[in-house]
């Protein structure tokens, strides 16, 4: 599987970005797709999730209400809208492909090469 991210930038407090991950190659293997962030000198975190086949969605709490993440299945890509953003919001944010549990990165055997997200105040 391979997934191709797009959509990050520079964006002032409040504004909003959509992010997008496109995947490609033996998709049926892989049920879960999630959004990640890594800032500088901090672990890898969960963002966002959903399930290809029914579309069950997860987020992590600081982001539920302000962020939402939805799939195109024809196009077999999945998308993070991000609204109301806060400089904590700031990071690469990497796109992952998976069977297991969404929350967890250790369940995403395909990840994408991730894009910047800056959010100024």
């Known amino acids: 599987v391979q997934l191709q991210a797009s959509g990050g930038g520079l964006v002032q407090a409040g504004g909003s970005l959509r992010l997008s991950c496109v995947a490609s190659?033996?998709?049926?293997?892989?049920?879960?797709m999630g959004w990640f962030r890594q800032a500088p000198g901090k672990e890898r975190e969960f963002v966002a999730a959903?399930?290809?086949?029914?579309?069950?969605?997860y987020y992590e709490d600081s982001v539920k209400g302000r962020f939402t993440i939805s799939r195109d299945n024809a196009k077999n890509t999945v998308y993070l809208q991000m609204n109301r953003l806060k400089p904590e919001d700031t990071a690469v944010y990497l796109c992952?492909?998976?069977?297991?549990?969404?929350?967890?990165?250790?369940?995403?055997?395909?990840w994408g090469q991730g894009t910047q997200v800056t959010v100024s105040s």
């Open positions: 992952g492909a998976g069977r297991g549990w969404p929350l967890e990165k250790a369940e995403y055997n395909y």
């Open positions: 190659g033996r998709t049926f293997t892989s049920d879960v």
């Open positions: 959903i399930r290809w086949s029914a579309g069950n969605t």
